[in-house]
């Protein structure tokens, strides 16, 4: 993982962020909401802005804050987002209502791993972005990439957890339970017949997961 000079020096120079979004910031340090780190959410909007999603599917919404910052860099993009707390979801859609941008922001209260029919009315979707508990990643996976097009991506963060992945030992239990899911989660997705993936070590670490036997691969 990068180190705290290097992080401090990409934040120094990121693009500027909208009153609004530096609120969120602010609302999510206070009330210890886990929102993106700011390195990481650049990486992904850089992608995101590469691929050029017409549809990404949420799992995890918080406050708003990732999904706005999406819809903001992708203006032409609809989003529909997950969000199980209701605290955080009523947050979420106080600050959307708040932004020029949030109309195109489905937020949906509920459990992701119900929710399946009401997602599937907003699909296909292009990319899936995966932000939720930790210890449930491959059940996100399994349930929602069959709602992915044909070139869809499946975005996961958090696999590296801080790097305690690669710690040999942890101490908490319940960390270290969580560590074992998610290295399981990487294990996994790393040797998933029907994708190719590659693991960014920015932010808490972003899964890449792309769908085999696309047309770049068989030309
Ligand atoms: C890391 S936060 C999301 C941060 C957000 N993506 C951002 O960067 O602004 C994870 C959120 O996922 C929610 N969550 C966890 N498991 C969930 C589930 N099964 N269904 C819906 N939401 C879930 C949690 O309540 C929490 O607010």
Do not use: C
């Amino acid at each position: 993982m990068m180190n705290e000079k290097v992080i401090n020096y990409i934040e120094s120079i990121t693009r500027k962020r909208s009153p609004l979004l530096k609120e969120m910031e602010h609302f999510a340090e206070e009330n210890n909401v886990p929102i993106m780190e700011l390195v990481g959410i650049e990486a992904l909007l850089g992608i995101l802005s590469i691929q050029q999603p017409s549809r990404i599917l949420e799992i995890g919404t918080a406050i708003g804050y990732s999904a706005l910052r999406m819809a903001e860099a992708l203006p032409g993009t609809e989003i529909t987002t997950i969000e199980r707390d209701e605290e955080r979801f009523g947050a979420a859609k106080d600050y959307l209502t708040r932004s020029e941008h949030g109309s195109r922001i489905h937020a949906l209260f509920g459990d992701a791993l119900e929710l399946q029919e009401e997602v599937k009315k907003h699909g296909p979707y292009d990319a899936i972005f995966i932000d939720a508990a930790k210890g449930q990643y491959q059940k996100f996976f399994d349930l929602y990439s069959t709602m992915l097009t044909k070139d869809g991506v499946v975005y996961s963060d958090n696999v590296l957890f801080k790097g305690l992945v690669a710690e040999e030992e942890v101490e908490q239990k319940r960390i270290r339970n969580l560590v074992k899911k998610l290295k399981k989660y990487n294990e996994w997705l790393m040797n998933h017949e029907e994708y190719e993936t590659s693991i960014l070590p920015v932010g808490d670490g972003i899964a890449i997961s792309r769908k085999r036997g696309n047309k770049s691969e068989q030309a």
